[in-house]
């Protein structure tokens, strides 16, 4: 398993951004442009705050705008303050994020110049008539292109996704991970679409031609997407936005929560229970879960919603959770008479179909 780097975040809020996309607003995540000259003091103060963990790699980050869009001299201006830690071995590489459409062989050759080696893709979608809806100004193959250059210059490749945005469904957001997976990038990550003050979103959301997801239905669409990710063995590095007070003092609507990732596992987690006990109904007796010490807390759910859902519908005498290290995460097991019963998570989908959908529109941004 490889370990998660330890990234010095810069953001640079919409800088190199053509237009603003329809749920953008980056002033909610950092209030002022650094300049390049600002970078070396960022970078040095936030070493001396890091642990020393020589086993996880650090890497600097610009974030928060399409950096590959910026004027050409003015990247090479942030990039050459990030020269002296990559020659000293301080720092061992640097992540940009961008846009698909702004990634030709010129960035790229540049890109890898100077010591670029991760490249987050903000893909949002792979449905066009979602990223037309959005504002974002590119369409489903500018991603598909955009990722295979990236591989064969050998990034590693990031995608950013987001769920329930205008026209979107959850149909059209199981197409664009079927889309996704064939393209194989190393980590994706996925939010919600949320209002934010003072993004375009917020007008159509207050003449009513727009409704967020709501977070149990988010959290449906998440938990659907994981599976379907894990299956294909993308790593999931982030769901739901960095919770901040910036943010949080932002947001009008949608479906947010400080610790969506574990709603998800957490919802997954109940599916698997549920499952195990439709194999084997329980009313009346005594029933025990085995699981891994480090996803008890999934099995429970938020203030032991899991097992409280499961004793309302299956009436158990009593639920018991045996944990052990040796049993293999990302499953969960029904001790019986007559043996242990296990449910891997990955069994989950070939479970459940696609639910009911419910569109998210449709919706004209004019
Ligand atoms: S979403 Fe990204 S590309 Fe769109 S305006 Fe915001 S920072 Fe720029």
Redesign the pocket.
Known sequence: MTTTPIIIPIFL??LG?R???L??N?KVTAKEIPSPLSVRGVIQASLAKLPSDKKRKKEVAFY???FTAIEKERQILYLKEVQPFLSSGLIDSVRIST?PDALDEEILSLLWEYGVRTVEV?AQSMIDQVLMLAR?GHNAENTICAVRRLRSWGFEVGIHLMIGLPGDSLQHFSKSLDRLTDLKPDFVRIHPTLVLKGAPLEKLWRDGGYSPLSLDEAVQWLKRGVLQLERASIPVARIGLQATKDLERSLLAGAYHPALHQLVDSAIFFDMARSLLQLSPKNGSRVRFLCHPKEVSDLRGQRNENILRLKEEFKPSEILIHESEVWPKGSLGLQTKEGRILFHRRSLLRYHSLPEDRDVGPFLTG
């Open positions: 809020p919409n951004c237009e603003r996309c749920f953008c980056q928060g705008g399409t846009r903000g974002r």
